[in-house]
């Protein structure tokens, strides 16, 4: 599979589809490609990657107590009745 | 750091995986070791199903709601799990379901005060872009306004600003970028067509970007000397 060259405009285009795996493994390798050689577009994925990670990252956030209480109760009550389904 | 080094993991690992594997049973021998295996297996991810709730909820009594009601459904249906490998999948596929069945009903009902039940559209900036304010083509002494940014940047100003975007953006972009969904999957979820999860993910990142450039101005967190501002 040897990669098509692919101007700076073509790769900003499909940056997010790129970030987001939403391309084949062909376009992928492409970008890659490109991104390998060209310092300018690297550096914008770059930026967006961490941007992307840094957003992803506030998918998490410490569960607060009356909540894993809440899930214990309830599980507590299923195992009293002895229902599962 | 060399670039091809740098690239060997470019591309953020979905938190989703093997989404769809229902059907076969697993067998516990006693509820005392049913309710032991699905606890040990719950406790890692309550932070990240709380964490993705709250995304997509923006409101904590409701991001519980959601976690409570998710847990009771993976947990009632759990003989229909077929591998225990895809637990975690299984479980953020629930939480999703759970919301996006709670949302279009939400949705269905009149919402107060606000419009954020519509379809966002005319008011974006569609081809803003937060590199091109920060981007310098040269090297500054105190190194790069990006790291400036990123070093400035609290996850509480994001959660702000990814609260601030309407529904149907801020859904998207946490499905995609939060949860890892495809855009096909998440056309699926929302039963609408692939164009307009395309197009609400475009805008949702450049209300994003806008929102926190205009953040790091009025915070102070990129400063360009001599002239007061990084603004072009």
Known sequence: MSPRALSCEEVIERLFDYLDRELDPQQAADIEWHLQRCHDCFTRAEFERRLRDRVA????????????????????????????? | M?????????????????RDATGANMRFDEAASRRE??????APLMD????????????PADAEDIVAEAVTKAWTQLDRLRDAQCFEGWLFHILTNTFVSEW?????????GGDDATEPSELDSASFTLFQQLHQPFLLWWGSLEDQFFNGLLQEDLER???????A???????????????????RLLGVPLGTVRSRL?????????????????????????DGGTQR
């Not at chain 1, 410490?62 to 195992?79: H, S, V």
């Not at chain 2, 600003?161 to 529904?167: C, K, T, Y």
């Open chain 1, 57 to 85: 990252a506030t998918g998490t956030v410490k569960a607060p107590p009356r909540l894993q209480q809440r899930i214990r109760t309830l599980l507590d009550r299923f195992d009293e009745s002895g229902t599962r389904q």
């Open chain 2, 2 to 18: 060399s670039l091809a080094g740098s690239l060997d993991h470019p591309r953020p690992q979905p938190h989703v995986h093997y």
């Open chain 2, 37 to 42: 295996w699905f606890e040990q297996r719950l």
């Open chain 2, 48 to 59: 990240r199903l709380y964490g993705t709730a709250l995304r997509l909820t923006r409101n």
């Open chain 2, 104 to 112: 279009r009903r939400r949705r269905c009902r009149p919402q107060p």
């Open chain 2, 161 to 167: 600003a990814l609260d601030a975007l309407p529904d």
């Open chain 2, 169 to 187: 953006y801020r859904v998207t972009i946490v499905l995609v970028e939060v949860q890892g969904y495809t855009y096909e999957e998440v056309a």
């Open chain 2, 202 to 226: 475009n805008r949702a990142r450049c209300r994003l970007q806008k929102a926190l450039w205009e953040h790091a101005r009025e915070a102070g967190m990129v400063y360009h000397e001599g």
